[in-house]
């Protein structure tokens, strides 16, 4: 990523690009599991906040190669638990 702020706006896009995917499988779905749509959701708003405020704070603000390092990482954990979510919202 290039900037904080584009990789912000990408986690927040993708987030909310989720949440509308679920809420739009409730809408063509009548057997939808509610309590479990309601959970997902809780779920992929706290992995925004949390890899939001991730992208604020990195390590070794004095050496670029730690702070490239961190966002790397940053960036394959944020790919992996939406990975998670993506699984979770086929199988509804």
Known sequence: MA????LKQTIKFVSSELITDIYFRCLMSKDIDTPKVDAL???IM???REYVLRVNRPD???NPKLVKAYFRKLFADW???MEKVIKDIESL
């Open 3 to 6: 900037s904080r702020k584009k």
């Open 41 to 43: 959701v809780v779920e």
């Open 46 to 48: 706290a992995l925004n």
């Open 60 to 62: 070794g603000k004095a």
């Open 79 to 81: 790919q992996k638990s």
